[in-house]
């Protein structure tokens, strides 16, 4: 949260700042959910995901998305 008290002359570029965060996040998350759902995604959030996945799985952890 920010709050600014008095000077009010950048707050286009801040607000615009700050838009452009949600809308990143809202990106990652939409790729998040089709890879979820089954689906390829070549996001490096995603890739980040799936490289910790097996290096978990060579640990021998299950991860939830082993076979049965």
């Known amino acids: 949260m920010e709050m600014q008290t008095t000077d009010k002359r950048n707050l286009p570029k801040r607000n615009r700042y700050y838009q452009g965060m949600i809308d990143l996040n809202t990106e990652v998350i939409r790729e998040f959910l089709k890879y ?3 689906e ?3 996001s490096a959030f995603v890739k980040e995901i799936e490289d910790r996945a097996a290096q978990i799985k060579f640990c021998g952890i299950p ?3 082993d076979p049965v």
Do not use: A, E, I, M
Request: charged letters at 35%.
């Open 40 to 42: 390829k995604s070549d």
């Open 36 to 38: 979820v759902n089954g």
């Open 63 to 65: 991860t939830g998305r």
